[in-house]
């Protein structure tokens, strides 16, 4: 059992409200993702990270930022949340090594902005 | 990435196995075919990949077409608990840089039936 953990599982917030998503991991993982999906809709990966002070943007664009000053830490960043932000927003995990690899996801964060 | 057709559902009687295929006709001979699966509102979980041999792990097994353009996921005796969006993907291995997030199809809903 992979040991990924997100906080909140659940959020509603007001407009222009500032918000971090948490991210931890305990299997000292080097690479790190941030996924989002919209309900019954695509998963889409916005952010990663190959290890620590390692960020990049993923295939969808996001106004949101991530950083990773811890290898088992990888938070996500809203500066100002709007309605368009609502969505699932999924962690993820894997092993930096050689061949085929897999990811570990988390429970995810459900966002609701108001 | 070598684009992946899955059918958008199937159903299957619980107890029966669940055959679930994946065609990935312009796959190149450095990709792996993964699959994962998301239950309702979770995050997805590995479940399996191989490159060209048949795999067979806890979970299920993988059956990969010789000419690598199709293959088959196999849940051998389907329960309730396996109604899920199943996503085959085919993904190039590990190369140590670029991003390597997993890419996201439609998937499967299979739905196991009492």
């Known amino acids: 059992e992979a040991d990924i953990y997100q906080t909140p599982r659940y959020l509603v917030i007001g407009t222009g409200k500032k918000i971090t998503l948490e991210c931890s991991q305990t299997?000292?993982?080097?690479?790190m993702y941030w996924y989002q999906q919209d309900p019954g809709m695509e998963l889409h990966l916005i952010h990663y990270?190959?290890?620590?002070?390692?960020?990049e943007k993923g295939d969808l664009s996001s106004e949101s930022t991530v950083s990773r000053i811890r290898t088992e830490h990888f938070p996500l960043t809203l500066e100002s949340a709007r309605p368009s932000h609502t969505s699932q927003y999924l962690c993820?995990?894997?092993?930096?090594?050689?061949?085929?690899?897999?990811?570990?996801f988390g429970p995810g964060t459900r966002l609701t902005v108001t | 990435d070598a684009k992946t057709t899955q059918p958008p559902s199937m159903d299957c009687a619980e107890g029966r196995a669940a055959n679930l295929p994946c065609n990935h006709s312009t796959i190149s001979g450095n990709e792996y075919v993964y699959w994962y699966r998301q239950i309702h509102s979770q995050g997805p979980q590995y479940i399996i990949h191989g490159l060209k041999n048949n795999e067979t792990n806890e979970m299920a097994s993988l059956i990969i077409t010789e000419d690598r353009k199709s293959s088959t996921l196999i849940l051998p005796h389907a329960t309730l608990r396996d109604t899920a969006v199943y996503y085959c993907i085919v993904r190039v291995a590990y190369s140590g840089g670029g991003a390597d997030g997993l890419t996201f199809g439609k998937g499967t809903h299979l739905i196991i039936q009492p």
């Open positions: 993820a995990s894997s092993l930096r090594a050689g061949g085929a690899y897999e990811q570990y």
């Open positions: 299997m000292g993982h080097d690479k």
């Open positions: 990270s190959y290890g620590v002070n390692s960020t």
